[in-house]
C-alpha cells in the first residue's frame, strides 16, 4: 500500500509541475493512391492545480494517521 501511495505522489507531482498530460494522435487527411497524408495533433488533459494540492494533502494525512 506504501507503494501505491509514493506512486500516486510522484504522479500528483509530476502533473502539478507540468501542469497536465500530453498526447499526441494521428489522423488521415489525405488519401490519393499511392500517395497518403497525415496529421498529427497534440492534446491536453489539464489538471487543476488544486485537486493536485488537495491529492497531496490527503496523502500526506493518511502517512501520519
Do not use: C, N, W
Not at 506512486?7 to 498526447?23: D, K, P, S
Amino acid at each position: 500500500m506504501r507503494a501505491v501511495g509514493i506512486i500516486v505522489l510522484v504522479l500528483v507531482l509530476v502533473a502539478l509541475a507540468f501542469g497536465g498530460f500530453l498526447y499526441a494522435t494521428r489522423e488521415k487527411s489525405q488519401d490519393l493512391g499511392p500517395l497518403q497524408a497525415a496529421t498529427s495533433t497534440r492534446k491536453t488533459i489539464p489538471i487543476a492545480p488544486i485537486a493536485g494540492l488537495a491529492a497531496v494533502v490527503l496523502l500526506m494525512k493518511r502517512r501520519h494517521d
